[in-house]
C-alpha cells in the first residue's frame, strides 16, 4: 500500500485530514517487524498484515465509515476511498432516519463488494501462512464459504464491516474486526515452513 501513490494519494489529498497513532501496545496490534511511516511501499495482497495497520475512513464527527484491515493495493484502496465518502453522504443525510441509514450503510456495502473487479478480487487472496491458520480455527472462523472455500479478504472486510454500521470510533471492536490471520508474524519460521512442503 502507498498512500503516497495516486489515485490514492489525490483522494486522500482533497477529501480527508489524515492522521495516524501508535497501535504498538494494543492487544491486536501485530509482531511482524517494524515499519517506519518513511519505508518504502512493497507488494502484497489486500488484506495482508491486518494486525499491523488498519486505515480507519471516519466521518467529521469521529463515526467509523470504512476500516481497511492491512494493506491494499492503491487502485483498490481508492475504490474504498470512494466508497467512504459515498457513505458519509448518508451518514450526514438529517432526511434519514437512523435505521434507514444503517441500512443503506449495511446495503452500500454487500453492493460494493459485488461491484469488486476480478483484477480486486485476484489481489485479496489469504496470504498461505494465514490461509493455514485460519484453516485450524474452521469451526469458529468466518473466513470460510458455507460450502468450506476461503473467503477473500475483501469479501470478509465488507461483509464484517456490514455488520457495523456508523459505530463511534472509540466503540469500534478493531481487535475483533481484524482477528483473521496469524498475529504474529516469524519471517525464520514462515520461509522453514514453505520449504519443508
Known sequence: MSLSEDPTFGALQSKFVCGWRDISNEPWCGVSGRYDPDN???????????????????????????????????????????LAEDLDKVWTDRSLTRAEKDGKFREMHLQHLKDHPR???????????????????????????KDGAAKTTDRLMHERMAERAFVAFEKFDTEKYTDYGRQKYDKKRVLVESASR
Open 119 to 145: 483484477e480486486m478480487v485476484a489481489r485479496s487472496q489469504f496470504q498461505g501462512f494465514d490461509k493455514k491458520f485460519e484453516e485450524k480455527r474452521r469451526a469458529s472462523s468466518d473466513c470460510f464459504t
Open 40 to 82: 518504502g511501499a512493497a507488494w502484497t495482497t489486500n488484506g495482508a498484515g491486518p494486525h499491523n495497520i488498519q486505515l480507519f475512513m471516519l466521518s467529521a464527527d469521529g463515526t467509523v465509515l470504512h476500516c481497511l484491515p492491512g494493506f491494499w493495493e492503491t487502485h483498490d484502496l481508492a475504490r474504498e476511498i470512494k
